[in-house]
């Protein structure tokens, strides 16, 4: 015989689970959009967090950019200017007179990287007596300390006059003794011969470093052998004068009279 109560046991309990199902049905899905909100709670606020990181890249991007839209545009002065102060007309010599109407930054540090982020170890020491040799240079420099930290020195001389033009190149093995120099010898007036002129500073551009200014003068015609050797640049190594590389192509000689003359 069936068993009526047996029956209405079993619907209850089928019931109840039902229920409960849908209890724990509800429940995960009120959990699954809870954390769905939570992460897109989340997503917003990293989004936030990158905006204010990348607005001050973008600042410092645009900065970045002004400065070297400045910095082209003062070695461009540069350039032109000194195109404007040529000095010995001797073919072949290319010697340049100091660009006088381009004055150096007052203090060494300011323009001491270069617009491509070179830092700078060329020096141009400027206003010195025309009487002045190279000797006279180096024992000035040597002098205050810096004899072993330089590594190239160039003095130009007008071929004609036999005279010096008043500035130099020295490029030093690191920055800061670039630095060390520029404000030991800006300003200085303790020559060893009379004279009223006050010693200025600059950076030797556009050729920084040992090896740009190797290159730039290993093939000019003042490294003939007919130039006297006191109107050449030189190379030391540890305070020790070392030969100049040899040049790479066949020199021109200097169209000078009494260059010519001496060899005859």
Not at 74 to 88: I, K, P
Not at 186 to 201: L, N
Request: hydrophobic share 30%.
């Amino acid at each position: 015989m069936h068993n009526p109560s047996s029956s209405s046991s079993s619907s209850s309990s089928s019931s109840i689970q039902q229920q409960v199902q849908q209890q724990v049905q509800q429940l995960q899905y009120q959990q699954h959009r809870s954390q769905h909100r939570q992460g897109e709670s989340q997503r917003k606020e990293e989004q936030l967090q990158k905006r204010q990181q990348q607005q001050p890249r973008r600042q410092h991007s645009s900065q970045q950019s002004q400065l070297q839209q400045a910095s082209q545009g003062a070695n461009q002065h540069v350039s032109q200017a000194s195109s404007r102060f040529a000095l010995n007309s001797v073919e072949g010599c290319e010697n340049l007179a100091p660009p006088d109407d381009i004055a150096g930054p007052e203090d060494p540090a300011q323009g001491s990287v270069t617009s491509t982020g070179v830092a700078r170890t060329t020096v141009m020491i400027r206003n010195m007596p025309n009487n002045y040799t190279r000797a006279m240079l180096l024992e000035m420099i040597n002098s205050k300390g810096f004899r072993g930290q330089y590594d190239f020195v160039y003095m130009p001389v007008d071929f004609v006059t036999e005279v010096a033009l008043g500035y130099a190149f020295i490029n030093f093995h690191k920055p800061e003794q670039a630095e060390s120099f520029w404000n030991t010898f800006d300003g200085y007036t303790d020559w060893v011969i009379p004279s009223r002129k006050i010693c200025t500073m600059s950076w030797g551009d556009p050729h920084q470093g040992l090896w740009p200014n190797v290159e730039r003068y290993r093939n000019s015609p003042v490294m003939h052998e007919r130039v006297p050797d006191v109107y050449k640049p030189v190379l030391y190594m540890d305070g020790v004068r070392v030969p100049f590389p040899m040049p790479t192509k066949k020199l021109r000689a200097p169209r000078i009279r009494h260059l010519a003359s001496q060899t005859r």
